[in-house]
């Protein structure tokens, strides 16, 4: 692993499941900002949503986007989400 390099448990939720073709994954990455690594899997995914559309929860929390991402945390992203 690169130096400054953080390895993360990333979790996809509903259509980002589908848009991942995957459920989860460890990521390696050296964004350090909730926001960030959002930006950085959008890309990475294809997913095909705009950034503030997506949720992100850190270790089960719902975090804000200049929230620390650190070695070892799970991240969870979740897509909107329509009610009714």
Do not use: H, W
């Not at 979790?11 to 991942?20: I, K, S």
């Not at 503030?52 to 909107?80: H, K, T, Y």
């Amino acid at each position: 692993m690169e130096v400054g390099a953080l390895k993360v448990r990333v979790r996809y939720f509903a259509v980002l499941r589908d848009r991942a073709g995957i459920a989860e994954e460890l990521l390696v990455t050296e964004s350090k900002s909730a926001r960030s690594l959002v930006d950085e899997i959008i890309l990475l995914r294809n997913l095909g949503l705009p950034s503030p559309l997506i949720r992100i929860a850190i270790n089960g929390q719902f975090a804000e986007d200049d929230d620390s991402v650190n070695d070892g945390d799970e991240v969870v992203l979740i897509p909107p989400v329509a009610g009714g």
